[in-house]
């Protein structure tokens, strides 16, 4: 069968970078570049159709941050899934960003093969991160407040499955590290979501993240 081509748009302002994303992209099979934006306010301004299937979106640009230009872009192309990208491992961007709705945050070194993954990856609902941006997000958890009384409404092992929900674990790594099946972790996360009152993997985590329940 055929691979299900994945549009993606690109929203970076150094020109080689953008350039050089939309080669790998538009030069991958399976991948296809719908469009590259030098800010948020070219890619708000524009109306694809169809719509993305994934935003690459770069954090520092001019007007808009990328980090508030997630929920923008998140309400013009409801159904889009945006994956952060970044130079630097900036905390207080990456937990903007997650609550804001993005569902990956990956570094700019990260090699070729690796985000074409993620792009993949967040694509399929996943929430792909960096390793080290990964790191960041359990030292914040670790540094929490005691969750409220609201986590007492979720069971031992959702309250795991969240937790590597928010590390970007897809349904088959979540089975494996659990020891239990894909279809039991379907389960899991499908009680997570009605007990959450969200319909998508980045609408828990980032409620989970602002409610402290991790």
Same mark, same amino acid.
């Given at each position: +069968?055929?691979? &299900?081509?994945?549009?993606?748009?690109?929203?970076?302002?150094?020109?080689?970078?953008?350039?050089?994303?939309?080669?790998?992209?538009?030069?991958?099979?399976?991948?296809?570049?719908?469009?590259? $934006?030098?800010?948020? *306010? &070219?890619?708000?301004? !524009?109306? /694809?159709?169809?719509?993305?299937?994934?935003?690459?979106?770069?954090?520092?640009?001019?007007?808009? /941050?990328?980090?508030?230009?997630?929920?923008?872009?998140? #309400?013009? $192309?409801?159904?889009?899934?945006?994956? +952060?990208?970044?130079?630097?491992?900036?905390?207080?961007?990456?937990?903007?960003?997650?609550? *804001?709705? #993005?569902?990956?945050?990956?570094?700019?070194?990260?090699?070729?093969?690796?985000? /074409?993954?993620?792009?993949?990856?967040?694509?399929?609902?996943? #929430?792909? +991160?960096?390793?080290?941006?990964?790191?960041?997000?359990?030292?914040?958890?670790?540094?929490?407040?005691?969750?409220?009384? &609201?986590?007492?409404?979720?069971?031992?092992?959702?309250?795991?499955?969240? !937790?590597?929900? !928010?590390?970007?674990?897809?349904?088959?790594?979540?089975?494996?590290?659990?020891?239990?099946?894909?279809?039991?972790?379907? *389960? *899991?996360?499908?009680?997570?979501?009605?007990?959450?009152?969200?319909?998508?993997?980045?609408? #828990?985590?980032?409620?989970?993240?602002?409610?402290? /329940?991790?």
């Amino acid at each position: +069968m055929p691979l &299900e081509t994945i549009r993606v748009a690109i929203v970076e302002d150094d020109r080689t970078t953008r350039q050089g994303l939309a080669f790998l992209i538009g030069g991958t099979p399976g991948f296809i570049c719908a469009a590259d $934006y030098r800010s948020v *306010n &070219e890619a708000l301004a !524009a109306d /694809l159709d169809p719509p993305p299937d994934v935003v690459l979106l770069d954090i520092h640009l001019p007007g808009i /941050l990328g980090s508030e230009g997630v929920t923008l872009l998140r #309400a013009k $192309y409801s159904q889009t899934q945006i994956v +952060m990208l970044t130079v630097f491992e900036e905390s207080e961007h990456v937990f903007e960003s997650i609550c *804001n709705g #993005a569902c990956g945050y990956l570094l700019k070194k990260t090699p070729p093969a690796k985000l /074409l993954d993620a792009i993949r990856e967040a694509h399929q609902g996943g #929430a792909p +991160m960096s390793p080290s941006i990964a790191r960041q997000v359990l030292a914040l958890f670790r540094q929490s407040t005691p969750p409220p009384r &609201e986590s007492d409404e979720f069971s031992p092992r959702e309250q795991s499955v969240l !937790a590597l929900l !928010a590390q970007g674990y897809s349904y088959a790594k979540l089975a494996e590290e659990l020891g239990i099946s894909v279809n039991t972790v379907r *389960n *899991n996360i499908r009680s997570i979501y009605e007990k959450l009152h969200v319909h998508t993997r980045s609408e #828990a985590v980032a409620k989970a993240i602002r409610k402290r /329940l991790i």
